[in-house]
């Protein structure tokens, strides 16, 4: 997905789900603070969002512009319609969110997650397409360690989870972090 197809996206759900604030929850919400963002972090071809002040609207959006739609047949790419619990992050993730505003998206803000919230997101759920994500981010030098681990401190985690994300993240910065013991 490009910058431009997740402007389109963000212009089409809030037409749908009539609310001028789109929440970008997903992998694609790199496209707000890196519109340039590289190769694998822009692989998908989806884009998981939900209307800030119509949550329950997110299902018109999956319907209408979703996963098989003739929007996603005639564009190659489809908005997810998703919950507001879809993803944990760390506490004041909303403070945070950087807005994507422009003539493309008609008026229509996309609120995309910060990349460390979106990283912490990412390292939580830790399927593989999430970890080559969060590889890749920290090879990059896109995510820093010290900010991971400030923002790991406030996310509510049990406590093997949360040693499970730490463990991931510090294999992700290996040059900058004790050696991680153990598979996670």
């Not at 003739?70 to 908005?79: K, P």
Request: hydrophobic share 40%; proline share 5%.
């Amino acid at each position: 997905m490009r910058r431009s197809d997740l402007e389109h996206v963000i212009r089409a759900a809030g037409a749908i789900a009539n609310d001028p604030e789109i929440i970008v929850i997903g992998s694609q919400s790199i496209l707000g603070s890196f519109p340039e963002a590289p190769g694998l972090l822009v692989r998908s071809i989806e884009a998981d969002v939900y209307p800030l002040h119509h949550p329950e609207r997110a299902d018109l959006i999956d319907g209408a512009i979703g996963e098989g739609s003739a929007f996603h047949e005639l564009f190659g790419y489809y908005a997810q319609g998703v919950g507001e619990d879809t993803a944990i992050l760390p506490a004041g993730w909303r403070d945070r969110l950087v807005p994507v505003n422009n003539a493309n998206t008609n008026g229509v803000t996309g609120l995309c997650l910060e990349i460390h919230d979106l990283a912490i997101s990412k390292y939580v759920a830790g399927r593989e397409k999430d970890r080559e994500f969060t590889r890749e981010l920290a090879k990059r030098g896109l995510t820093g360690l010290p900010t991971l681990l400030k923002r790991l401190d406030h996310t509510e985690l049990s406590d093997e989870l949360r040693a499970v994300v730490k463990a991931r993240m510090t294999r992700d910065f290996p040059s900058r972090s004790s050696k991680p013991t153990g598979a996670v």
